[in-house]
């Protein structure tokens, strides 16, 4: 299994960024996806899951209402939607797939495969 995220860049608080994750491997729909980020000198933060069918979501509480995740098993893609982005959403994020199709975890432990991380800065 790969994965391949994409899309971070700068953005202005406010504004909206879409990231993709590009997997390869096993049938994708059998993989709950998830994305997490990191900031310098925290610790990697659970952001927004997906379950394999794309009918069940999950999220952080620090990105409720403003980030929305979402799949096309057809192309093997995850994305995540941030919109009313914030300096404090400013990070390396991170995609990641679980082999666990119908459970979303919080935890980065249960995740198997990672992808390499994009980066996120939102300027005040």
């Known amino acids: 299994v790969q994965l391949q995220a994409s899309g971070g860049g700068l953005v202005q608080a406010g504004g909206s960024l879409r990231l993709s994750c590009a997997y390869s491997g096993r049938t994708f729909s059998n993989y709950v996806m998830g994305w997490f980020r990191q900031a310098p000198g925290k610790d990697r933060e659970f952001v927004a899951g997906i379950t394999g069918s794309g009918g069940t979501t999950s999220y952080g509480d620090s990105v409720k209402g403003r980030f929305t995740v979402s799949r096309d098993n057809a192309k093997n893609t995850v994305y995540l939607q941030m919109d009313s982005l914030k300096p404090e959403d400013t990070a390396v994020y991170y995609c990641?797939?679980?082999?666990?199709?119908?459970?979303?975890?919080?935890?980065?432990?249960?995740?198997?495969?990672w992808g390499q991380g994009t980066q996120v800065t939102v300027s005040s």
């Open positions: 990641a797939a679980d082999r666990n199709y119908y459970v979303i975890s919080r935890y980065s432990v249960y995740y198997n495969y």
